[in-house]
């Protein structure tokens, strides 16, 4: 098979039936893809591998106070921050929606819509016709490229106007407009297990397709909120 036009080949290696290399997550989203197509899977990928809400014991939710989706422009990677524990990965998932459910956040459900464990494992979270939830300030579109930094966290936040300028800001909390995926655990000195890895690159891939997006329209936390590092300098450097 010839090489697409524009696309640069890497020497790679092989973990887990994954490939991976110097390559960024754009490559390895591209790869992903054309593995779908080669393989003649469906727009949403293979369900089977999806643990769904049922099965990881998930609470009820309080939709008066989930704001709408709207149309996925973005597919933005977070990392948890926190470790899994003795009682393992569908037991932590569990305890991350009551932490977001409860007195300190009040958003209604887990914040994110999937979920991704050391072993690879991905959890179906928050439904996506639902916004995710953040503690973060989430800048627009039109904020963030105004801003010209590809990254606004750690020592380099950018203080937004208050929409003074009449470039709007997405309400503090929410991200209409993103599908998001956190990878479990903290990855700002480590890399996610090859497992993860490999999950999260099949995954951004999936919803790229599912949502008729681009490469070009994934995002990582840094990137699109102030104040953060998410999802870890370790993961950030690796794509």
Request: aromatic share 8%; with cysteine.
């Given at each position: ?32 893809a054309l593995i779908f197509v080669l393989a003649g899977c469906t727009a949403t990928g293979p369900d089977a591998t999806l643990v769904a809400r049922s099965d990881w014991g998930a609470g009820s939710v309080n939709r008066d106070v989930l704001p709408p989706n709207g149309e996925v422009r973005h597919v933005t990677v ?74 606004l966290g750690g020592t380099a936040v950018r203080t937004p106007p208050n929409g003074d300028d009449g470039i709007p800001l997405t309400p503090p909390g929410t ?65």
């Open positions: 098979m010839s090489q697409p036009a524009g696309c640069v080949c890497h020497e790679v290696e092989y973990v887990g039936g994954a490939a991976f290399g110097p390559a960024s997550l754009v490559m390895r989203c591209c790869l992903a977070h990392h948890t921050y926190t470790e899994v524990g003795p009682d393992g990965e569908a037991a932590h998932v569990h305890a991350i929606q009551r932490f977001h459910q409860g007195e300190d956040r009040f958003w209604g459900d887990i914040a994110y819509h999937y979920l991704i464990g050391p072993s690879g494992t991905v959890f179906v979270g928050r439904p996506e016709t639902y916004a995710p939830a953040s503690g973060t300030v989430y800048l627009s579109d039109a904020l963030r490229d105004a801003a010209g930094q590809d990254s991200s209409d407009g993103h599908v998001t995926i956190s990878v479990i655990g903290n990855y700002e000195e480590a890399l996610p297990p090859p497992a993860q890895r490999a999950a999260l690159v099949a995954r951004v891939a999936d919803r790229l397709h599912a949502h008729g997006l681009t490469v070009n329209d994934v995002r990582f936390h840094r990137e699109v909120a102030i104040g953060t590092a998410c999802p870890g300098q370790a993961l950030y450097d690796w794509v």
